[in-house]
């Protein structure tokens, strides 16, 4: 018999008890890179870990909602974790601003510093010497800096992060850091508040947020915010040897993107034994 994994805290093993018992007013919540997919060297490349996909397309009949909370564009995330096959899911990309549902995207025009960025930072990389293997991706609404390909990423995320502060203040955007990435995107508006958006719309609850990376820890800020309002919250982090920050403050730690296939196997096998059967 499959067992869910027990949360270590007693929030945490509190809010697995309500979604485990009234499934159908929870919503469970994924991060996409390092946490429904595997952290590959060109983001490009990145897709969702085997099984994955198919345990959320389960999940999503036994429960409220399935949403994924990524910095990624929307139809992006819908492409590589092939989330389109999945009836109801939902897709909140470039960190809230965009929504992807039945197949229809909603996205607002990108702010004027988004341009003055893309058109400086090409210039700005090369008067910093920024090492070989450093490169920009453009993500609409937001553009990244990534290191991951350079011969030392942390050095050289070390030499970019002030002149990045700089002109993203000058082009009035946020600096989002991450794992061997920057990231200037417009502000107000993180994975804390589209995860706070979409649980209240729903009427859930109990919440999961799954997550890997530091800007995920807007959204556990969020989970802890929605149990003072009585939303029973579990919050859940792909562990990593690259980002700790998350561990320290998640009520339940797997091991990456298998660990998270194999919890949504857990919750599905526990949700569907439960289930009333004709």
């Known amino acids: 018999m499959t067992t869910v994994p027990r949360p270590r805290s007693?929030?945490?093993?509190?809010?697995?008890?309500?979604?485990?018992a009234e499934p159908s007013r929870a919503?469970?919540?994924?991060?996409?890179?390092?946490?429904?997919?595997?952290?590959?060297?060109?983001?490009?490349?990145?897709?969702?870990?085997?099984?994955?996909?198919?345990?959320?397309?389960?999940?999503?009949?036994?429960?409220?909602?399935?949403?994924?909370?990524?910095?990624?564009?929307?139809?992006?995330?819908v492409e590589y974790g092939g989330l389109d096959s999945i009836e109801g899911v939902v897709v909140l990309g470039q960190y809230g601003r965009e929504r992807w549902e039945a197949g229809r995207l909603d996205a607002p025009e990108?702010?004027?510093?988004?341009?003055?960025?893309?058109?400086?930072?090409?210039?700005?990389?090369?008067?910093y010497d920024a090492p070989e293997g450093t490169w920009i991706e453009d993500k609409g609404h937001a553009l990244?800096?990534?290191?991951?390909?350079?011969?030392?990423?942390?050095?050289?995320?070390?030499?970019?992060?002030?002149?990045?502060?700089?002109?993203?203040?000058?082009?009035?955007?946020?600096?989002?850091?991450?794992?061997?990435?920057?990231?200037?995107?417009p502000s107000g508006m993180d994975k804390g508040a589209a995860l706070t958006r979409f649980t209240t719309e729903r009427g859930a609850t109990s919440l999961l947020f799954a997550g890997d990376d530091l800007g995920d820890l807007a959204a556990f800020d969020a989970v802890e915010r929605l149990r003072e309002k009585g939303v029973a919250g579990l919050t859940v982090c792909s562990g990593?040897?690259?980002?700790?920050?998350?561990?320290?403050?998640?009520?339940?730690?797997?091991?990456?993107?298998?660990?998270?296939?194999?919890?949504?196997?857990?919750?599905?096998?526990?949700?569907?034994?439960?289930?009333?059967?004709?």
Request: aromatic letters at 2%.
């Open 27 to 77: 919503v469970l919540a994924f991060d996409f890179d390092g946490t429904l997919a595997p952290i590959v060297p060109d983001p490009r490349d990145a897709r969702a870990y085997p099984g994955a996909t198919a345990e959320l397309a389960r999940l999503s009949s036994l429960v409220a909602s399935v949403v994924i909370i990524t910095g990624r564009p929307a139809g992006l995330a």
């Open 144 to 185: 990244a800096v990534h290191t991951r390909r350079t011969p030392d990423p942390d050095a050289a995320l070390s030499l970019l992060r002030h002149p990045l502060a700089a002109l993203a203040e000058r082009a009035d955007l946020a600096v989002e850091p991450g794992r061997m990435v920057i990231e200037l995107r």
């Open 110 to 127: 990108p702010p004027a510093g988004v341009q003055l960025v893309r058109e400086e930072l090409p210039g700005l990389l090369r008067r």
């Open 240 to 278: 990593s040897d690259e980002v700790t920050a998350l561990a320290e403050r998640a009520d339940l730690i797997v091991d990456g993107p298998p660990g998270i296939a194999d919890l949504l196997g857990s919750l599905r096998a526990a949700l569907e034994s439960a289930a009333p059967r004709d």
């Open 10 to 20: 007693i929030e945490g093993s509190a809010a697995l008890d309500r979604l485990l």
